[in-house]
């Protein structure tokens, strides 16, 4: 694979502009030429925007997964971050190629809304190092910061997608807060992968790789938060992520 380094005057996200359409201008003593022309000047202004309604957002997102870099933890409980962007940028055709701030970066769009993939380079508990300074660069907004995580809360292959919250007791969470001068308002996918069994150590068990079983329940539930990121991007938190969560918590649950 083939890095580049990103030149700062060519890095940053161009929102695409949206050219208001020609309204068709009539002739006073052409009454039959109006007439047959007010059904299509109708459809015209009905797609200008109207002023007191909300216009379409094409501001950026960053999608930051956590993880840790390195071959060792390739497969990990804790790398399902680092998984689930590299599974997002498969299925919308992002080239991961670019290193900037800490981070394997790439830049491309989810429909028309232009995205930054990330996977800090950092490690795990410095994560906001890279996060922090890559949203201020492109100027992302709160709201448009997803990060994606591992999460011990959850049964192994539950998803949750939350507009904010605390950091968990995760390590990697609390350093992006701290790096985005301690705010929680921002969007979080955690990823669940169970908890230790007995009295094992969190830190070999978070290192620890899955089993063939778990493996397949955290394979489909990376392919199923694909599909809520696309729709959390193009629809923000509509109905269908409030669906797709009450989906997720009894995904396991036998009837």
């Known amino acids: 694979m083939s890095l580049a380094v990103l030149p700062p005057a060519s890095a940053r996200l161009s929102p695409p502009t949206v050219s208001s359409p020609r309204r068709r201008i009539l002739r006073d003593d052409a009454p039959l030429r109006r007439a047959r022309s007010r059904r299509r000047i109708a459809v015209v202004e009905a797609s200008v925007p109207d002023a007191a309604a909300r216009p379409a957002e094409y501001t950026p997102w960053l999608i930051a997964g956590l993880g840790n870099p390195g071959n060792k933890y390739h497969g990990t409980r804790h790398n399902v971050g680092f998984e689930m962007v590299d599974r997002i940028a498969r299925h919308e055709g992002i080239t991961m190629n670019t290193i900037q701030s800490k981070s394997l970066l790439g830049v491309g769009s989810i429909g028309d809304v232009p995205v930054l993939l990330v996977k800090p380079q950092s490690y795990m508990n410095y994560s906001g190092e890279a996060i922090g300074p890559l949203a201020a660069y492109y100027q992302v907004p709160l709201r448009h910061i997803l990060v994606i995580y591992d999460d011990m809360s959850l049964p192994n292959g539950v998803l949750r997608l939350q507009r904010k919250g605390g950091h968990g007791r995760h390590n990697g969470v609390q350093n992006v807060i701290d790096r985005l001068d301690g705010s929680r308002e921002f969007p979080r996918l955690s990823i669940g992968i169970g908890s230790p069994p007995g009295k094992m150590d969190t830190r070999a068990f978070l290192l620890q790789k899955f089993s063939s079983e778990e493996r397949v ?31 997720q918590k009894y995904k396991f649950h036998s009837v």
């Open 217 to 247: 329940q955290i394979d489909t539930a990376l392919e199923q938060g694909v599909d809520a990121v696309r729709t959390l991007v193009l629809m923000g938190f509509s109905g269908s992520i409030e669906r797709f969560n009450l989906v």
